[in-house]
């Protein structure tokens, strides 16, 4: 079974630029959240997405977009980019529960891809 | 959601056990108690969630008190392999919509 994928692990961009990171959940899971982590840092929550929808969002700029589509998967985009968005970018996953049952759905993440901006 | 405070840095020693607490005085009443670990390189992992007394799996303890205000992660017999980050996290994290809300971490080292 595998885990939460990211793609692509390692990334170079120039201030300006525009990025796509992609994700793929864990099989059976519909709920895709992306975390932004500086270095020395912890993860720091950018948005989540269900039903292809934005649910939630953190306190990024407009600049940060994602898509989820059928199968789950997700991107996160990120535009005019700028040297502080240099980070490692985290995808997690998770289930979403029918009818809100109250039980915790633990967050699976990958490994992250890593974003330099010069 | 509660803000946590926690050491900064740990170190111990292969066999020992160690004791990571986190204060958290503006719990809600909804809010559970989460750890997550995360090794160098790689995203962050559960591993142990509870709400009041004490919650034990293969991997840890985890010590709440009567007034919930602190909490102490425990690790039984620490290996090199337990060299770490530990984030302690607070908030009703239950249902759909569960974001994360991490601090600095306990960056853990564990010596021969």
């Known amino acids: 079974d595998a885990g939460v994928t990211q793609s692509p692990t390692h990334l170079i961009k120039t201030r300006g630029q525009q990025v796509t990171l992609r994700c793929s959940p864990k099989?059976?899971?519909?709920?895709v959240s992306w975390y932004q982590q500086a270095l020395g840092q912890g993860p720091q929550f950018i948005f989540q997405?269900?039903?292809?929808?934005?649910?939630q969002r953190g306190n990024f700029p407009d600049r940060f977009s994602g898509h989820q589509f059928p199968n789950y998967s997700s991107e996160l985009n990120v535009n005019a980019l700028l040297l502080g968005d240099s980070a490692l970018y985290l995808c997690?996953?998770?289930?979403?529960?029918?009818?809100?049952?109250?039980?915790?759905?633990?967050?699976?993440f990958g490994p992250g891809t890593r974003l330099t901006v010069l | 959601l509660a803000k946590t405070t926690q050491p900064i840095s740990m170190d111990s020693y292969e066999g020992q056990e160690v004791n990571i607490t986190c204060s958290h005085n503006?719990?809600?009443?909804?809010?559970?108690i989460t750890w997550y670990q995360q090794f160098p390189s790689q995203g962050p992992r559960f591993i142990i969630q509870?709400?009041?007394t004490k919650v034990t799996n293969e991997v840890a303890s985890l010590f709440i008190p009567a007034d919930r205000k602190s909490s102490t992660l425990s690790l039984p017999r620490v290996s090199l392999s337990d060299t770490a980050v530990y984030y302690c996290?607070?908030?009703?994290?239950?249902?759909?919509?569960?974001?994360?809300?991490f601090g600095a971490g306990t960056r853990l080292a564990v010596h021969p």
């Open positions: 997690a996953s998770s289930l979403h529960p029918d009818g809100g049952t109250g039980s915790y759905n633990e967050q699976f």
């Open positions: 099989s059976g899971h519909d709920t």
């Open positions: 997405y269900y039903e292809e929808e934005e649910r």
């Open positions: 503006n719990i809600a009443t909804n809010d559970y």
């Open positions: 509870g709400y009041k």
């Open positions: 996290l607070v908030g009703d994290m239950r249902g759909g919509y569960n974001k994360l809300i």
